[in-house]
């Protein structure tokens, strides 16, 4: 998982990690930011899905499996993409590990700004 640094979401995992980032399933790396607090664009991975929080992930569980189970084959990892967001809860991460678990290439979670 990809999150701004020293952002709510970061702090959040910090001071209180869901048990997913707690037994090391879900890594995080905190990355540097603009100056309006987002986090700095990358080129690195293949944009599957993005949406405007992460309770959409856990509301729409099958569409994130569906369309990362259905990216097909490559060298680059998938990114589904969280525009905003001031906590995440096990039950958001869940489905992304779920999708995970049923994709052919590694999966990014990437947190662009607080909520």
């Known amino acids: ?65 569906r369309v990362v189970g259905g990216a097909g084959t490559g060298v680059e990892p998938l990114v589904v993409v969280v525009e905003a967001a001031e906590e995440l809860r096990e039950e958001e991460l869940e489905s992304i590990l779920a999708a995970a678990d049923h994709a052919s290439r590694a999966v990014i979670l990437r947190i662009i700004r607080d909520g």
């Open 1 to 65: 998982m990809e999150l701004p640094r020293d952002g709510a979401v970061d702090r959040q995992l910090r001071a209180n990690p869901p048990a997913s980032v707690a037994s090391g399933a879900v890594v995080v790396e905190a990355g540097p930011t603009d100056a309006q607090g987002n986090l700095e664009a990358t080129t690195a991975g293949q944009v599957v899905l993005s949406v405007p929080s992460p309770e959409a992930l856990a509301r729409e569980a099958a569409e994130v499996r």
